[in-house]
């Protein structure tokens, strides 16, 4: 990541230090000792506890989908792969180096006048990622290079002008609204070749004035869009990182307020804005700036003490960092269906979703290899989603065998790591008065053997629960152990300390 950040940066021509502050979102949080007086701090509360906030806790999976001008050349040009000169397949516009093609920059913004995906088709998306089991969906409305999928009146530069002329954004929200998916907006504030963006702090006056109209152009294009989509669930911001932006503190902060007031329910996440001391995702106490964490992306919380109570989700590209289409995965590790399960029962364990990230060709076609992911995640989800939607983070010392999840009296395991004797063993802290007492494996109809083991308290005070699986029992995946809890029969603090 540290190096994707650094080639990033420099591709987009900027000489920015990255802070410790960069490290804070991806690694343990360090609070500050001394509380600051801050005036562009958070304007929700840490944890919201309305209804929208509800359901965003409890979608577990969703999908992304980057979507725009770069699926065209998805990651080459004419037979040359951009791998070793773009830092993405969505950043192909920033092509450098020894391969890139000749006035690379001006074919590329002229993909538009050859936009025209024929087979688009948003229902047949929706169907995709509902049988998937994704219980909402991201979509770029706008990426760095400024081409908007819906016919904003700010710009020119929006698919009105394309051959396709039909307004993408309104398809999609419409065909995933209908199928009970709920629909967030990706929408990037950096553009590239927007003449009146700039990157670094507006100085002179002629400056100011150009960033000025950049600032009320942003806003007049989020106004537009909850105008537009007012079925919508909430944005999720990216393009954030510059000068230009971070002093923009206090316009931002109003404009967060002005959305929040036209579209009550609204859910942003922390990549917006940042307090007056330029202190992103959390402002300089430390406390979360938007509803929910947003920078896991592409690596997951080694402890849920991390989060800090926080909600969060967790955004993955199949391919390493390809977001937008990348027609060629050959010799490069994409993950399995394998890998994505273990990645979303490791993020909805620690209270946060999932969101898998499609990049669609040109034409609006899914890569293949997409395809089958969606069906065998599908598949998976069919049998054992109860361990997934509105589940949350069990308190029990964490497993090898895999992650927990709970909801009501119930208690999940999703086994990723079976144990070679057959026997689950689930450590209970000696003070709960909910333990396992009876198991099942979810798609199989026995009844599992559920022992309290005799061995007393172990050193760190935890009692051992047993779930013997059937020795004929045969998975090739994860497969969950779903556990009803109930009162423990003998107390296990009347056991003898450390029998182990
Ligand atoms: C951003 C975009 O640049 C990228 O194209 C994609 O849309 C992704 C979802 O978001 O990429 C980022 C942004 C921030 C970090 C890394 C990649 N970061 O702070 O580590």
New binding site residues.
Partial sequence: ?KI??KT?LTLMGMSLAIGPL?AQWTGPKQKPTERKEIKYGPITPKHRTDANMESFRNYGLGQFI?WGLYAIPGNEWEGVSARKGAA?S??IRTWSGPDAPKNWKETYDNLYKQFNPKSFDAKAWAKQAKNMGAKYMIFTTK??DGFALWPTQYSDYNISASPYKKDIVKEVVDAYTAEGIDVYLYFSILEWNNPDYLSKEPKSEEEKAKYNRFLQYTKNQLLELLTNYPQIKGFWF??T?DASWKKAYEFTYNLEKELREKHPGLIIGSRFRNDEFESRHFDSNGDILGDYEQ?W?RKLPQSYEWLDGNDWDA?MTIPPNG?GYMKDWTGLYTKTTDDLLDMLMHSVSMNGNFVLNFGPDGQGNMHPGEDKLAKELGDWMKVNSEAVYGTRHAELPVTKLGYYTTKNNTLYLTVFNRPVNNIARIAVPKKSNSVPVSAEILGNKTTLKVVHSDIGLDLDKNTYYDVVLPKGFKSTRAFVIKMQLGEPKKNADKLMDAKM
């Fill in positions: 990541m994707f950040r990033m960069s980057h993405a969505e950043w990426h760095h990216d393009g990182w920078g992306e955004v977001w």
